[in-house]
């Protein structure tokens, strides 16, 4: 596959792509690995992914393929992925927001998306970490994998060509901007249930009521009644 190249070992595939990037003109170009060594989260947090058990996948789309602003995009491609993951496994997934994908209350995979400019184009480049065989997870109880939350096992070369092909394909369709929001908004976790939540180190119970298309999370909170958050500003305890 011409647009997509794998690496036998990466310290971040978000950045290594760039050197792809330096000499091919492709709109979606992407690369995997299942040897990320030094994994990037969001907010400057790592993604631990042991050697042939997880797969590392990023994909860089030019600025003016991405049809919309950067919040929907991040939103556009979490339900990509979230339908992917379902379809796969036959499971329910959700959205844990903004862009962690979830099942059974575990977190099975998650997105970073940055925009980076590379001899003169702009490209998003969307950053993926799937836990695919793995089956611990010491010191990370939040987290799981497609075979510790389903008892499903893929094998990772087809499910990463399956991966590439799946989000080149869907990122290229037309979708609406309100249709993005509503689709994000049916399936995010903990949605009108009351969780636990942690702001600025206050622990407070509130319930989810909806994301918005500027990326803010609306929740009505037990002490302070609705308030709307961006990124950081708020921790869903679960």
């Excluded at 590392?56 to 003016?64: D, H, I, P, Q, R």
């Excluded at 998650?110 to 836990?131: Q, R, S, T």
Aim: proline share 1%; hydrophobic share 35%.
């Amino acid at each position: 596959m011409d647009s997509l190249y794998y690496l036998k070992k990466s310290t971040s595939t978000n950045e290594e792509i760039v050197n792809f990037l330096q000499e091919n003109t492709l709109s979606f170009l992407g690369v995997y690995t299942f040897n990320q060594t030094r994994g990037k989260g969001q907010y400057g947090n790592s993604w631990e992914a042991p050697k042939n058990l997880n797969i590392s996948y990023s994909l860089a789309v030019k600025n003016e393929d991405s049809q919309r602003s950067h919040q929907l995009f991040n939103f556009r491609t979490a339900l990509l992925l979230r339908d992917f993951l379902a379809k796969l496994t036959k499971t329910e997934v959700e959205i844990k927001w903004p862009n962690d994908l979830i099942i059974n209350s575990k977190k099975v995979s998650g997105i970073l998306i940055e925009a980076k400019k590379v001899k003169d184009e702009n490209y998003l480049i969307i950053g993926i970490g799937i836990n695919l065989l793995q089956s611990t997870f010491q010191d990370l109880p939040k987290a799981g994998s497609l075979f510790s939350q389903t008892g499903q096992r893929f094998e990772l070369e087809e499910m990463s060509l399956k991966l590439h092909v799946y989000l080149t394909e869907g990122l290229q369709k037309t979708a609406l901007d309100h249709e993005i929001l509503e689709e994000f908004n049916s399936h995010l976790f903990r949605k009108g249930k009351i969780s636990v939540f942690e702001i600025q180190g206050v622990r407070q119970n509130g319930i989810i009521q909806f994301a918005d298309e500027e990326g803010f999370l609306h929740v009505e909170l037990e002490n302070d009644g609705l308030q709307k958050f961006f990124h950081k500003e708020i921790e869903l305890l679960y």
